[in-house]
């Protein structure tokens, strides 16, 4: 069974280190971008099947890349994650499928990123039927 | 009987020619009459001009004070058939004669028979002699004869005498109204132009009551001749209908006896019998009537009725009273209409004088004292005392705020003579309002009274209802009082006051109320429309007065609102450093958490984990520097330290704040030592640490809870501790901090005031203490804080160096 994707955006290395050693841990296949630029070259090679994103980037931050996005892509989902509480009020984020504040302990982030590929997954097969 | 005839005839020629004095001519006819005829009573009466009424003259055997008296009007008795018939009666019995009239009084009620023959002047009848009997007599043929012998012969000198009578009387006359005319030309005084009238008219006819009305500006004055106080009561049935009549019609009444008159019925009880009365009337003007009336008091006096001659006579006597009447009524209004122009004149002047001092007024307060001195000085409006009061919006009442006034009637009149003394000497009436002590003022009972007062705009009080008609309220008695107001009067002192508003712009911005304790003076109409006409730039000017003082208001909250934002955005700023700081300390949390969770939990092999441990180190390191930074920021700028002279520091924030304290009426003393050596210091945060500590002080001192004498000191000068460096004292009389306050004074985020941030003293703290300096603080409970600020020259503490 081929893995399933997750391509995890943000500015910092070391969280993207971490992320990704957690997430392959998890039995993910994971990639990395930096921000919304290197996000957008990575994506259609990567085709991911769910995408972390940062908030907080140099040049586009993460919730205009996620509007971005969504005029394209409708379909993959997308997870907020982000050290900032404050978003959570803003509009914007319910373009995306979930929003998880940072924290060292990365079960909150597997948990949510599990249960949306689940949705996601659901939803797929739905339409495939109907 | 021709002797007798020729005796009487012969007597008659040397009586009657050489003379032609008519009483004594009649007198004598009428004698000889008697005599020769041998009759108890003989009269004759003359006819008038007019042939309306017929006069006794003379008689023998009739009450003497009959003579002129007795007038028969026209076709009264049976002289009047004499006159008619031009023939001779004979009656035995005359009080069987359907034309027989009894004159009363006359005592002709004792003759029974009469004898009458007309005296014929000519074709003219020009009058009637008859005898009367008390014994029934029955006259013969050859009396009858004789007397009418005498009559004729008589009559030419008795015509001739009565023309001269007449001439006589209207020489009388006319010399009378010519007498009278100059009299009343000499005057303007109503009442002595009505006095010389009613003496003509007395003089002139023998009515033995005269009266004159007169109306004056629609109300009736009435004088009377001979001269009595009051309305006589007797006179009142009279004047409301007779008056009345005449008033209306403009045509005289000629009331031969008032009981039979059914015109003026319901008269009542009156106690004159005939009347006389004319209009008094110029140019299709009634200026009044003028009444003659017979008045008869004595049991058994006569009563004359007036003859048409003494109709006209009085029509003319009116004529000539209407002319000096009318004069003397123009007269009087044109001297009102002068005193009028006077008073306006004296009015511009004041309001003039009074525009003048209050352009120079610099504050409410003088202005206030001003408005009000010019309504209580005698030269200004004249009122003894004067209150003013302004609308409080916000609280619903109206507030007094300045009471002028003296205290008891002593101290009126001294000041009044202060007053005058100034102003005699040349001081206008500007300079003397300029002089005054708005102090002296303020120290009367009357001005503490006023202070007291607040009255809510909900009660039905005069100056509340002056303020909500925009209408001057004048309250004259108790009868013009509510109930609310007679507790006002209570506290007021006086039970006779006035209200007016201030209005500017349609709106009701307060009100002066004045009254006249001292001299008691009724408060007129004129009165309070000059208060009124005064009170519009007064109006006006206080609502400048308030709109300066707002905007200055205003200013100074911009200023302190300007520095208090400064101090806000560094907040802000430290807020968005927050969000910031969060984030950044969350991330390299994340990962030191995230690897060294991956350590323990043996994710990691040997090399890996080595290059786990190297992460952690570096964010930890990451971490330390935020830290560091974030200090900084917090701090303000970045720390610019250089050398600085402190007591610049200082005067520039004096300058900042100096307007604002002359406005509060807050006196600035600083007292910085001249010879203080440079300070190491960070100017700007120095400066907004002064500038927070001078904010509290002003605002301490402008609550005007406290009566203490606003003083803010500041000072500075060498440390006299162990560090040397430089000492600021600051020290304010804003009352002191409560007890209960001081521990959190240093608190961030603590405040006492309604739109404080509370930064202030801890951000002063903080800048003190970065500085290596101490911070004190000296409370003073009623009185107020000193804070002393101690700084080290730093000298060698530079980080930055210039």
Not at chain 2, 51 to 80: F, Q, V, Y
């Given at each position: 069974m081929p893995k399933t994707k997750i391509l995890v955006v943000d500015d910092e290395e070391n969280i993207r280190l971490l992320y990704k050693e957690e997430l392959t841990d998890a039995g993910y296949e994971v990639d990395t971008a930096r921000d919304a630029m290197d996000a957008d070259k990575k994506i259609p090679i990567f085709r991911p099947d769910l995408i972390t994103l940062d908030i907080k980037m140099?040049?586009?931050?993460?919730?205009?890349?996620?509007?971005?996005?969504?005029?394209?892509?409708?379909?993959?989902?997308?997870?907020?994650?982000?050290?900032?509480?404050?978003?959570?009020k803003d509009f914007k984020v319910w373009a995306s499928e979930a929003y998880v504040v940072k924290s060292f302990n990365l079960d909150h982030l597997k948990a949510t990123i599990k249960e949306v590929l689940e949705q996601s997954a659901k939803r797929k097969a739905g339409e495939t039927q109907g | 009987m021709e002797d007798l005839g020729e005796t009487l005839l012969r007597e008659l020629s040397s009586v009657s020619l050489p003379r032609l004095y008519l009483p004594g001519m009649l007198d004598n006819i009428a004698a000889s009459v008697v005599e020769?005829?041998?009759?108890?009573?003989?009269?004759?009466?003359?006819?008038?001009?007019?042939?309306?009424?017929?006069?006794?003259?003379?008689?023998?055997?009739?009450?003497?004070?009959?003579?002129?008296?007795?007038?028969?009007?026209?076709?009264?008795?049976?002289?009047?058939?004499?006159?008619r018939e031009q023939k001779p009666v004979a009656l035995t019995c005359a009080r069987d004669d359907p034309d027989f009239y009894n004159v009363p009084h006359s005592g002709e009620d004792r003759f029974s028979s009469m004898m009458g023959v007309p005296i014929m002047d000519g074709g003219d009848c020009?009058?009637?002699?008859?005898?009367?009997?008390?014994?029934?007599?029955?006259?013969?043929?050859?009396?009858?004869?004789?007397?009418?012998?005498?009559?004729?012969?008589?009559?030419?000198?008795?015509?001739?005498?009565?023309?001269?009578?007449?001439?006589?009387?209207?020489?009388?006359?006319?010399?009378?109204?010519?007498?009278?005319?100059?009299?009343?030309?000499?005057?303007?005084?109503?009442?002595?132009?009505?006095?010389?009238?009613?003496?003509?008219?007395?003089?002139?006819?023998?009515?033995?009551?005269?009266?004159?009305?007169?109306?004056?500006?629609?109300?009736?004055?009435?004088?009377?001749?001979?001269?009595?106080?009051?309305?006589?009561?007797?006179?009142?049935?009279?004047?409301?209908?007779?008056?009345?009549?005449?008033?209306?019609?403009?045509?005289?009444?000629?009331?031969?006896?008032?009981?039979?008159?059914?015109?003026?019925?319901?008269?009542?009880?009156?106690?004159?019998?005939?009347?006389?009365?004319?209009?008094?009337?110029?140019?299709?003007?009634?200026?009044?009537?003028?009444?003659?009336?017979?008045?008869?008091?004595k049991p058994d006096g006569y009563f004359a009725t007036f003859t048409q001659e003494e109709s006209s006579q009085l029509s003319d006597i009116a004529q000539v009273a209407a002319q000096a009447i009318h004069r003397s009524k123009t007269r009087r209004e044109l001297a009102h209409a002068l005193e009028k122009n006077e008073r306006n004149t004296r009015e511009l002047s004041i309001l003039f004088e009074l525009s003048i001092s209050m352009q120079q007024a610099i504050n409410l307060d003088d202005l206030l004292a001003v408005i009000l001195s010019c309504v209580t000085?005698?030269?200004?409006?004249?009122?003894?005392?004067?209150?003013?009061?302004?609308?409080?919006?916000?609280?619903?009442?109206?507030?007094?705020?300045?009471?002028?006034?003296?205290?008891?009637?002593?101290?009126?009149?001294?000041?009044?003579?202060?007053?005058?003394?100034?102003?005699?000497?040349?001081?206008?009436?500007?300079?003397?309002?300029?002089?005054?002590?708005?102090?002296?003022?303020?120290?009367t009972r009357y001005n503490a009274l006023a202070e007291s007062l607040s009255?809510?705009?909900?009660?039905?009080?005069?100056?509340?209802?002056?303020?909500?008609?925009?209408?001057?309220?004048?309250?004259?008695?108790?009868?013009?009082?509510?109930?609310?107001?007679?507790?006002?009067?209570?506290?007021?002192?006086?039970?006779?006051?006035?209200?007016?508003?201030?209005?500017?712009?349609?709106?009701a911005v307060g009100a002066i109320l004045v009254d006249n304790l001292y001299n008691d003076k009724p408060i007129t109409g004129e009165d309070?429309?000059?208060?009124?006409?005064?009170?519009?730039?007064?109006?006006?000017?206080?609502?400048?007065?308030?709109?300066?003082?707002?905007?200055?208001?205003?200013?100074?909250?911009?200023?302190?609102?300007?520095?208090?934002?400064?101090?806000?955005?560094?907040m802000s700023a430290l807020g968005e450093v927050s969000a910031e700081l969060a984030h950044e300390i969350k991330n390299p949390l994340t990962v030191i958490g995230g690897f060294a969770r991956r350590l323990l939990t043996g994710a990691a092999d040997g090399g890996r984990a080595i290059n786990y441990a190297g992460i952690i180190v570096q964010e930890v390191q990451r971490l330390e520097k935020l830290l560091e930074n974030t200090l900084d920021v917090s701090r303000g700028q970045f720390d610019n330290r250089k050398k600085a002279d402190f007591n610049q520091i200082v005067r520039e924030v004096a300058d900042l704040y100096w307007r604002v304290m002359a406005e509060e009426g807050i006196e600035l003393k600083l007292g910085l030592a001249p010879d203080l050596p440079p300070v190491n210091v960070d100017s700007a945060q120095i400066k907004q640490a002064l500038i927070n500590l001078t904010i509290n002080a002003v605002e301490a001192m402008s609550c005007k809870r406290h009566k203490l004498p606003r003083r803010l000191r500041i000072a500075t000068c060498k440390s006299s501790g162990v560090e040397p460096g430089v000492t600021l004292v600051i020290s304010d009389?804003?009352?002191?901090?409560?007890?209960?306050?001081?521990?959190?004074?240093?608190?961030?985020?603590?405040?006492?005031?309604?739109?404080?941030?509370?930064?202030?003293?801890?951000?002063?703290?903080?800048?003190?203490?970065?500085?290596?300096?101490?911070?004190?603080?000296?409370?003073?409970?009623?009185v107020g804080v000193t804070f002393t600020l101690t700084l080290p020259y730093g000298h060698q503490d530079v980080l930055n160096a210039p």
């Open positions: 140099p040049g586009m931050d993460g919730l205009e890349y996620l509007r971005k996005f969504r005029e394209k892509d409708k379909q993959t989902p997308v997870v907020l994650c982000t050290a900032y509480q404050d978003y959570k | 020769t005829l041998d009759a108890d009573a003989c009269a004759i009466l003359l006819l008038d001009d007019a042939h309306a009424t017929l006069t006794l003259k003379a008689s023998r055997g009739l009450r003497a004070e009959a003579a002129n008296h007795i007038r028969l009007p026209k076709d009264k008795g049976i002289s009047w058939r004499i006159v020009i009058g009637v002699i008859y005898v009367q009997t008390v014994e029934p007599r029955e006259y013969t043929q050859e009396e009858m004869a004789l007397l009418h012998e005498i009559a004729s012969l008589a009559a030419g000198s008795i015509s001739a005498g009565w023309r001269i009578e007449c001439t006589q009387e209207s020489v009388r006359f006319l010399s009378a109204l010519n007498e009278m005319s100059r009299r009343v030309n000499a005057t303007d005084d109503l009442a002595e132009i009505s006095g010389h009238v009613i003496r003509c008219a007395a003089e002139v006819t023998h009515a033995r009551t005269q009266v004159i009305w007169t109306v004056e500006d629609h109300s009736p004055s009435v004088r009377h001749f001979p001269e009595a106080t009051g309305d006589p009561e007797y006179l009142r049935p009279v004047r409301e209908g007779i008056v009345a009549h005449v008033m209306k019609t403009r045509l005289p009444v000629k009331v031969d006896d008032i009981a039979s008159e059914s015109a003026f019925d319901g008269l009542g009880r009156v106690a004159v019998k005939s009347v006389l009365c004319h209009p008094i009337i110029l140019q299709d003007e009634t200026l009044g009537v003028i009444l003659l009336a017979d008045h008869a008091a000085v005698g030269e200004g409006l004249g009122f003894n005392r004067a209150m003013l009061f302004l609308v409080n919006e916000n609280l619903g009442t109206l507030q007094g705020v300045l009471g002028l006034g003296p205290d008891t009637g002593e101290d009126a009149a001294r000041d009044w003579k202060n007053i005058t003394d100034q102003m005699t000497r040349g001081a206008g009436l500007v300079q003397w309002l300029l002089n005054r002590d708005p102090d002296e003022i303020k120290r009255i809510s705009l909900l009660s039905d009080t005069a100056p509340v209802r002056a303020i909500k008609t925009l209408s001057p309220v004048n309250v004259k008695s108790f009868a013009d009082m509510s109930g609310e107001d007679k507790e006002f009067a209570k506290a007021l002192g006086c039970d006779r006051f006035a209200v007016i508003p201030l209005v500017a712009r349609d709106n309070l429309a000059l208060l009124t006409r005064f009170s519009a730039p007064t109006a006006w000017a206080l609502e400048n007065m308030r709109l300066v003082d707002r905007l200055s208001r205003t200013n100074r909250e911009l200023i302190t609102l300007e520095s208090r934002m400064a101090q806000v955005e560094r009389t804003g009352g002191g901090i409560a007890p209960r306050d001081m521990p959190d004074i240093f608190n961030p985020f603590f405040t006492t005031k309604p739109s404080g941030t509370g930064l202030g003293l801890s951000l002063c703290r903080k800048i003190v203490r970065l500085h290596k300096g101490v911070m004190e603080i000296d409370n003073r409970l009623g």
